[in-house]
């Protein structure tokens, strides 16, 4: 039994979410609305509501549908940050999540919303910016050997348009028979019957899409990609 005497500790939820504008990383600020830290830009946040939230996933969905208006198909939790130094309200833990979603689907940037390169961060509050960069790390690492890139892609893409999100997530280019034998061997692609796109030279190029059974999941390799084959 806690000891009545005992202080609360603060529990919230922050999402990193994620995108590609102008083939560089972004991520999803937004400006506070309160203390502390009014005014500041922050990631996606909030608490956990112990009489609705069913899980840490469930309050992480929740923030960012709240806050965003956005549903993403792939939520997964990063890590937690915890400690008595990170939020000045007292003793705290953070269950951060992270997720990755086509520009086209956020919302107008507004007041409160702001799209902001991943290299060129402002000063975050709390310890949102360590929280960024773990985020960043994660999604690196797992793009080598999953198919966790495809959702910074639209509904539907060529494979050189497919290629080109893998390479702006890991900073260096791939080998086209590489990244191809890899896609074939993620088995997350299917080409939509009839649909093309112009490509270089006026060369039509087949149209794809995620499987129904990656898109809410991901395909994973046992070798990674060698993304330093140019």
């Not at 939230?53 to 309050?59: F, G, H, R």
């Not at 999953?146 to 959702?151: A, E, F, G, N, Q």
């Amino acid at each position: 039994m806690p000891r009545p005497d005992a202080e609360t500790i603060i529990c919230t939820v922050d999402v990193v979410l994620l995108t590609l504008r102008q083939d560089q990383l972004h991520v999803v600020l937004l400006k506070r609305d309160r203390e502390p830290f009014r005014n500041a830009l922050a990631l996606p946040g909030g608490y956990v509501h112990i009489d609705t939230d069913q899980s840490a996933s469930d309050a992480a969905a929740r923030v960012l549908l709240e806050k965003t208006g956005i549903v993403s198909p792939y939520l997964e939790q990063l890590a937690s940050f915890t400690g008595p130094g990170r939020d000045p309200r007292g003793w705290s833990v953070s269950i951060a999540y992270y997720a990755l979603v086509p520009e086209s689907i956020l919302p107008a940037q507004d007041e409160g919303i702001h799209v902001v390169p991943v290299n060129r961060l402002p000063s975050l509050p709390f310890d949102h910016k360590s929280i960024v960069e773990h985020a960043l790390d994660r999604v690196r690492s797992k793009s080598l050997y999953s198919s966790l890139p495809v959702y910074l892609c639209g509904e539907s893409f060529t494979l050189p348009q497919l290629q080109a999100v893998y390479e702006s997530v890991l900073g260096e280019p791939i080998n086209k028979v590489s990244f191809r034998r890899k896609v074939d061997e993620l088995g997350m692609l299917e080409a939509i019957e009839g649909e093309m796109q112009s490509g270089r030279a006026n060369r039509p190029a087949q149209l794809y899409r995620l499987r129904r059974e990656f898109r809410h999941s991901l395909s994973m390799l046992d070798r990674g990609l060698n993304s330093r084959m140019s």
